[in-house]
């Protein structure tokens, strides 16, 4: 079973930087749809940003210009890289690829004001 497992959450103080991984267990990053979403508790889950298989990307509206998205295929592996945190950035965040079909147990972010 592929299996997707996210790192690099945690507690940052209102401007800091973050870079969030998701390692894939199996060799499917190249050339596939992979994304970032964020659940804070009591809200949806939101799409943060994704990467095609042909590499463009999407942002959500919050974070264009302070995240990138991007990815390492011999590591089987994508980022977010996150700069300038505002407090609402805080949740925990999951990578999602179609060609896995499952969540992993996600990453928590915590920004302080």
Same mark, same amino acid.
């Given at each position: 079973?592929?299996?997707?497992?996210?790192?690099?959450?945690?507690?940052?103080?209102?401007?800091?930087?973050?870079?969030?991984?998701?390692?894939?267990?199996?060799?499917?990053?190249?050339?596939?749809?992979?994304?970032?979403?964020?659940?804070?508790?009591?809200?949806?889950?939101?799409?943060?940003?994704?990467?095609?298989?042909?590499?463009?990307?999407?942002?959500?509206?919050?974070?264009?210009?302070?995240?990138?998205?991007?990815?390492? *295929?011999?590591?089987?592996?994508?980022?977010?890289?996150? *700069?300038?945190?505002?407090?609402?950035?805080?949740? *925990?965040?999951?990578?999602?690829?179609?060609?896995?079909?499952?969540?992993?147990?996600?990453?928590?972010?915590?920004?302080?004001?």
């Amino acid at each position: 079973q592929v299996q997707l497992v996210e790192s690099g959450g945690g507690l940052v103080q209102t401007g800091g930087s973050l870079r969030l991984s998701c390692t894939v267990s199996e060799d499917i990053v190249s050339g596939t749809f992979m994304a970032w979403y964020r659940q804070a508790p009591g809200e949806q889950r939101e799409l943060v940003a994704s990467i095609s298989g042909s590499s463009a990307t999407y942002y959500a509206d919050s974070v264009k210009g302070r995240f990138t998205i991007s990815r390492d *295929n011999a590591k089987n592996t994508v980022f977010l890289q996150m *700069n300038s945190l505002k407090p609402e950035d805080t949740a *925990n965040y999951y990578c999602y690829s179609p060609a896995v079909g499952s969540w992993g147990p996600g990453t928590q972010v915590t920004v302080s004001s």
